[in-house]
Every structure is written in structure tokens, then in C-alpha cells.
Nanobody
Framework: QVQLVESGGGLVQPGGSLRLSCVASGTIFGFNHIGWYRQAPGKERELVATIGFGGNTDYADSVKGRYTISRDNAKNLVSLQMDSLKFEDTAVYYC????????WGRGTQVTVSS
């Protein structure tokens, strides 16, 4: 069964950091690009970071310089290091394949609040 499991979210103060993890079952990741998305209340889901099989990365302007995406292909693991968090980073974060999406996982909640 195809499955994505996100974890690592939580409550953090502005300026703080969190590290999210996405683990996939089977060979979901394979040679595919993998992306981290987020969906804030009342807003559409947006793509914030992607990483190719070889490690090439791309970021949305809103997170560039603050977020770092990485992957461990042997472990089917993609991580998102989030630093200098802002109130507007509050959202549910998901991972998926941008070019060949599969059923979404449950996501992990990130709340930035003082």
C-alpha cells in the first residue's frame, strides 16, 4: 500500500526551528522529485521546496534562505529543516511527488506562535 507519513511538527516561537520528516513506503520516492507542501487555514496548498534524486533543490521565495530540504534515498526519507520561523509559516505540512502525485498523507501541523 502506497503511504506517506509526515512527522516532526509542533509549536514553536517566532525565530525558532523545526525539522520535518517524510517517510515513504515501498519505492514511492525512487528517482522522483519530492516536494514539501503546506496548507494554511483558508488557503490553498502550496509547494515550498523540492529536491531531485541527485540532490538538486528549489524553494519558494517565501522560504528561501530559511528552509533546507534534503533526502536519504536509501531510507526513503525526505527532511525539511525550517529555521527562522515566522507566524506565516503556520500550516499543515505535507510531502508528495510534484510530477506524479500519490494519495496525500495526513501531514504534520506546524504552529508558530508566541
Amino acid at each position: 500500500q502506497v503511504q506517506l507519513v509526515e512527522s516532526g511538527g509542533g509549536l514553536v516561537q517566532p525565530g525558532g526551528s523545526l525539522r520535518l520528516s517524510c517517510v515513504a513506503s515501498g519505492t514511492i520516492f525512487g528517482f522522483n522529485h519530492i516536494g514539501w507542501y503546506r496548507q494554511a487555514p483558508g488557503k490553498e496548498r502550496e509547494l515550498v521546496a523540492t529536491i531531485g534524486f541527485g540532490g538538486n533543490t528549489d524553494y519558494a521565495d517565501s522560504v528561501k534562505g530559511r528552509y533546507t530540504i534534503s533526502r536519504d534515498n536509501a531510507k526513503n526519507l525526505v527532511s525539511l529543516q525550517m529555521d527562522s520561523l515566522k507566524f506565516e509559516d503556520t500550516a499543515v505540512y505535507y510531502c508528495n511527488r510534484p510530477f506524479e502525485p500519490i494519495p496525500w498523507g495526513r501531514g504534520t501541523q506546524v504552529t508558530v506562535s508566541s
